[in-house]
């Protein structure tokens, strides 16, 4: 039997702010541009793409983020089973998108890790490191943009006010989350 | 010496809190809210430190940051000292150490001192004049003048402090918290935009919170009390955040501003503990308001940088403020009606003042005719020509001025003071302004450069921007800001404003002395002692443009970057040359506006967060195994696995042996993968390699070379066709965020027809690579499943197959020569992965290998590695790869390059393989290869590119680039090395199974 081996095993808590490292997750990048695209995916996994820049949609289970113009991840909003790795969404996804040459659908579960965040000094957390401007960005949910973390690029989900959904890569996941429990320690 | 000169009663300070601090190793008392130039001023210390080339004793001569003289080292011979504190912005704290700089032994006897009376000998320019000659003694010279150069020590040890920065993102940002700047942060806040105001004291209210002034006045209250008032109101606004002691450092384009703040220089060490000394902010302001208000002015005479020569604005502060006297018998010189109400003031607080001299021949205010009802005497029309006292001011003679201010007549008096104020007149500080790329216009009138084109959303409000009257001050404000943020009406629209005050000055940038120029010492920049003669001889000398002059004397160049004379240097060399100030320009002001430490720029970006590290998934396993680590860009891969106290060497050539002779494994995760999919995917790859890929079958796999559209090798990989319109490419390590940036480019902006998407999946995957004869056994014992065979798994192909229930891929690609099989599975089984195969593979002694075994394996085959044995002055012909160029396409990039003179000439550098005569001599990579080692000056034809010790073949051998190499084959040439010449001879790159039989052996 494989063993499953999260890259970080993590969770901090400090003065109104906590981090913790959620696995396993299933996220898929799904492209294209075609109007049969948009609602070959509405069948296919049960919800209506973000189209709108920078937002995200969430169903029951599933969490759809705009990344670019054609291009949006998937999550699955809870945890998966760690002794497989074909899921039901991809293959329902593959057999109506990629098959028929509507657009792509790859699979990235574990090439991102996904850090939550929660409290009331996310923002001046990430501001140590972020050049975003969070000012607008903190007081809507839902919001969605991709930046840079002490130079490693990251994806930031506004998932609830005083709670952020952080997607960093795997390989440079335990490099930023060190740089995030240094600063946090003094916020 | 030890006399208290507090004054009793000001609200600025807690004299509750008694602070104990050393000042060159003798103990005093502050209180908390001084600064250490306060705190020295209060117990009657003027002598501070020295001065830079004449050691002249110089004091402190502002209460702000722009002081020139009074710069001190703190915390000397700790970790935590630094040099050059102004003394005039460091708040004392309980344990704060300071010590003078640039003497020896002490400030009081300082042996550089000699300097002073050589100074004859030493004008601008005398380095260059006199160390030109003999050239060769140079070094001699260098030796002494580095000795004498700077100012303050550098540290020694490692900086324990922590600094951190942070973005902050405004919709106005208000520079300046005097009347003007927290007035236009009320205004913008209260209209709902984002406010952020910054200032660099401790506390804003500029200098109108101590102007306590029965002349100026509003809404009926003093203007100190309205501002306070005002102060308490901007507290409680929601949108407005307010950071003191935060410096703006650098003011760059579209509104981006690096400002320090400072936390916890002014706590003592236990209070600061774990806490963040400073933080830079990196600031985006959608508008920035300029409210940095002005500086006096010095006047320049003779001898005018002794201890006890203050600007009067500071007298002023010190006495209002800080409730210090500077002086008991205190003196002074003016241009304007400004000292007229230090005076007052002084007068007001008990501080006697002996008298005034003033340069105009009348002034009629209300404040002069005050100041002539206390009964100080003022000399009107009349000059300093000398000051006397070493360490400290003692009297001044004053002499009538001519009628054009030009000379002196009459009769020379002597005058005794402790303590002599100069006022000069205002410089807006337009610092800021200039450096966002701002333009300046000179006004005539008040001898001023004032902001006059803005280049961003910017304005420049207050004195920064002319106005110097409260009434003027005010009204102006508020016109500007109505239309900066389109505002119609403010809060203090009814306001009601009263202030007077002469505005008649009179300029005159070079005061005249009774003695000529060539015996005086008017100083016009006092940190970098640069008198007007100094100016004077480099107009004579030739030099022109103010650039020229300033770098020839060095004026404005310290560490306050002349923030008081160079307004004086440029009226002298305007008044020299004849020339308008208006024509002469300014010289460039650069950030940052006061000094940054290296902390705080470096922020946290030391230690661990020095740079960024990336991991593969089999990590932990390497470093459990004790492999040695090696940078490959951001990632950290394993090198090579030492058992025991085995050398590189020696580990390598065990790893080596182990991969041809029975398995080896390899962490190759660093790979960059790209998944491709879309229906014209194989046309896109078409057009990206230089080879076909319309017939590659589905399960197969190709090698492929891309290049950049000059023809030079970019990167190279294998890609894999997962099925007809969906690919894996894999790129180098180094080159992956690289490629897939320039692959989406040409999607986007070239090929947009193209239905192609590409996605990043290198973290995705670990990439387990297992080589050598057993290979097969070890994968068949892992995979149990897969059908091995020649016939459904060959070389250069693949499969999809699962390892207990998990999918992976499964790929007969060789980077070795070997029999190799590189699976890839999904990250986070990679480990338990590699554990399994490692288990499996046992009883074959698999034998993890790194990166220096890989490379050693893959020179022994001849492949290339992209950016080690290439440097984008290679192409594939170059390369000896012909093979790999569809000379039937109809296009790739970089196709049309090949075909240029340049890229099919014969002799270009072309990767050969290189043997030495002597089987055991490793040539150097990097090392030059010659034909002829007589010919002068000696002919390089290239160098050794990579160069292993091969155990297989038990020989040297090395990949090289040589001009025209390809027609060289079996040739011998050299390598001259410092002792020695090595003889090599060109060869084949290929060195071992040119027949490739071990693939499939």
């Not at chain 1, 898929?28 to 069948?43: A, H, P």
């Not at chain 2, 002599?420 to 610092?431: C, R, S």
């Not at chain 2, 001009?963 to 790159?989: A, H, W, Y």
Request: proline residues 3%; hydrophobic residues 35%.
């Amino acid at each position: 039997m494989l063993n499953y081996n999260s890259p970080l095993v993590k969770e901090n808590s400090y003065s109104e702010l906590s981090m913790k490292v959620i696995n396993p997750i299933m996220k898929l990048i799904i492209r294209g541009k075609k109007r049969e695209f948009l609602s070959g995916v509405g069948k296919a996994i049960n919800m209506i793409l973000p189209t709108e820049s920078c937002t995200s949609s969430t169903s029951n289970d599933t969490t759809a983020l705009w990344l670019s113009p054609d291009e949006w991840m998937i999550l699955s909003n809870n945890v998966i089973d760690k002794n497989t790795n074909s899921y039901e969404q991809e293959n329902h996804l593959i057999n109506n998108i990629s098959k028929i040459n509507l657009g792509a659908v790859v699979d990235v579960t574990d090439q991102y890790v996904l850090i939550n965040i929660e409290g009331k000094k996310i923002f001046d957390l990430l501001s140590t490191g972020c050049p975003f401007n969070f000012n607008d960005f903190r007081n809507k949910k839902g919001g969605v943009i991709q930046s840079l973390m002490a130079k490693i690029d990251i994806i930031v989900h506004h998932k609830e006010i005083n709670n952020v959904n952080l997607l960093v890569r795997r390989s440079f996941s335990e490099h930023l989350y060190s740089f995030l429990s240094d600063a946090a320690s003094r916020i | 010496m030890a006399k208290n000169l507090r004054t009793k009663g000001s609200k600025f300070i807690d004299e509750t809190t008694r602070v104990c601090f050393k000042f060159n190793g003798n103990k005093y008392f502050g209180f908390k809210g001084d600064t250490l130039a306060s705190a020295l001023l209060a117990n009657n210390i003027h002598l501070v430190g020295r001065s830079f080339k004449y050691h002249r004793p110089r004091g402190i001569m502002t209460a702000g940051s722009e002081e020139p003289n009074a710069i001190v080292q703190i915390n000397d011979n700790t970790a935590f000292t630094e040099p050059n504190v102004r003394a005039t912005e460091i708040e004392i704290y309980e344990g704060l150490e300071a010590t003078s700089q640039n003497c020896w032994p002490s400030v009081n006897f300082d042996i550089g001192g000699i300097n002073n009376f050589l100074s004859p000998i030493l004008p601008a320019g005398f380095y260059y004049k006199t160390f030109m000659w003999p050239a060769s003694f140079w070094l001699k010279y260098e030796y002494f003048i580095r000795r004498s150069a700077g100012l303050g020590k550098s540290p020694k040890f490692p900086d324990p402090d922590i600094y951190e920065h942070k973005y902050i993102h405004c919709d106005v940002l208000v520079v300046g918290g005097g009347i003007s700047g927290i007035m236009a942060a009320k205004i913008s806040a209260k209209r709902g935009l984002k406010t952020l105001l910054v200032d660099e004291n401790p506390n804003i209210g500029g200098s109108t919170i101590f102007q306590n002034s029965k002349y100026y006045k509003i809404n009926n209250l003093t203007s100190s009390s309205w501002l306070e008032n005002e102060i308490k109101e901007i507290n409680k606004l929601e949108n407005l955040t307010i950071k003191t002691r935060t410096s703006i450092a650098a003011f760059h384009g579209y509104n981006f501003l690096l400002a320090r703040e400072n936390l916890t220089d002014h706590l003592s060490a236990n209070e600061k503990k774990n806490k963040v000394r400073q933080r830079l902010l990196k600031i985006r302001a959608k508008k920035v308001i300029t409210a940095t208000g002005s500086l006096e002015r010095p006047l320049v005479f003779n001898n005018n940088d002794r201890p006890g020569i203050m600007l009067s604005s500071a007298l002023k502060k010190y006495a209002d403020f800080f409730g210090v006297a500077c002086g008991e018998q205190n003196v002074l010189f003016t241009n304007n009606d400004t000292a007229y109400e230090t005076a007052i003031s002084l007068d007001q607080k008990g501080i006697k003042v002996n008298a005034i001299i003033d340069i105009r021949e009348n002034s009629n205010s209300e404040l002069s005719k005050e100041v002539e009802a206390i009964g100080i005497k003022i000399y009107r029309s009349s000059t300093v020509v000398d000051t006397y006292g070493y360490k400290r001011i003692k009297k001044i003679s004053v002499m009538q001025l001519s009628t054009d201010g030009q000379s002196v007549k009459g009769q020379k008096i002597f005058i005794n003071c402790d303590c002599l104020g100069i006022a000069g007149g205002w410089t807006p500080a337009v610092h800021l302004f200039t450096q966002s790329g701002g333009k300046l216009d000179f006004n005539e009138e008040d001898q001023i450069f004032l902001p006059k084109i803005y280049p961003s959303k910017q304005i420049s409000i207050g004195s920064c921007n002319g106005d110097f009257e409260l009434d003027k001050i005010i009204n102006n404000t508020l016109k500007i800001l109505k239309e900066f943020l389109e505002i119609d009406e403010t809060e203090y629209d009814n306001i009601d404003v009263s202030g007077t005050r002469n505005l008649n000055k009179r300029n005159i940038w070079l005061l005249p002395s009774d003695k000529i120029l060539g015996k005086t010492k008017p100083f016009v920049d006092y940190q970098n002692d640069a008198t007007a003669k100094d100016i004077k001889l480099a107009l004579r000398e030739g030099f022109r443009s103010i650039e020229h002059v300033k770098r020839y004397t060095t004026t404005g160049m310290g560490t306050d970057q002349g923030k008081l004379g160079n307004m004086h240097a440029l009226g002298i060399i305007a008044d020299t040359a004849g020339v308008k100030m208006s024509e002469l320009g300014t010289t460039t002001f650069r950030p940052p506006y006061t000094p940054l430490s290296f902390g705080t720029i470096v922020g946290r970006n030391v230690g661990e967060f020095f740079d960024i590290f990336r991991k593969t998934p089999m990590n932990d396993w390497h470093v459990k195994n004790k492999s040695k680590f090696e940078n490959v860009g951001q990632w950290k891969r394993a090198w090579y696995y030492p058992n025991g106290n085995e050398s590189m060497h020696e580990a390598v050539q065990r790893e080596s042996k182990a991969a041809r002779e029975s398995a080896g494994i390899l962490d190759a995760s660093t790979l960059g993968k790209i998944d491709i999919q879309g229906t014209d995917a194989s046309e896109f790859l078409n057009r990206l390699y230089t080879n076909s890929w319309t017939k590659l079958d589905i399960g197969k796999c190709r090698y492929g070379l891309m290049l950049n559209e000059d023809g030079m090798v970019y990167d190279d990989g294998v890609t894999t066709r997962l099925d007809k319109n969906h690919f894996i490419m894999t790129t180098t390590t180094g080159g992956a965020a690289n490629v897939l940036a320039k692959l989406e480019d040409y999607l986007q902006t070239e090929w947009p027809e193209l239905d192609v998407y590409l996605t990043s999946v290198t973290d995705h995957y670990a990439t387990i690579s297992v080589c050598g004869p057993n290979s097969k056994k070890i994968v068949s014992k892992v995979i149990p499943n897969l059908d091995l065979s020649e016939d459904n798994l060959p070389h250069m192909s693949f499969k999809n197959t699962t390892i207990d229930n998990i999918k992976c891929r499964v790929m007969r690609i060789s980077f070795t020569g070997e029999q190799s099989y590189e699976i890839n599975i999904q990250a986070n089984y990679g480990i338990s992965l590699w554990e399994k195969i490692m288990e499996s593979g046992k009883e074959f002694n698999i034998t993890p290998y790194g990166t220096e075994t890989m490379h050693l394996l893959r020179a022994e085959k001849g492949f290339i590695i992209v950016g080690q044995d290439t440097d984008a002055t290679l192409t594939p012909i170059d390369l000896q790869m012909d093979w790999i160029v569809g000379k039937k396409k109809y296009d790739f990039i970089g196709k049309r390059s090949l075909y240029r003179s340049d890229t099919i000439r014969d002799d270009r550098k072309q990767l050969v393989g290189l043997l030495t005569d002597d089987p055991k001599e490793v040539l150097e990579e990097g090392a030059q290869i010659v034909a002829n080692l007589n010919k002068k000056p000696i002919e390089m034809l290239g160098h050794v590119t990579s160069s292993y010790y091969s155990p297989n073949l038990n020989k040297s051998i090395a990949l090289a680039v040589v001009r025209g190499g390809k027609n060289m084959l079996g040739q011998k040439l050299f390598i001259p090395m410092e002792n020695k010449s090595i003889i090599v001879t060109i060869v084949d790159p290929v060195f071992l199974d040119k027949e490739n039989n071990r693939l499939n052996a």
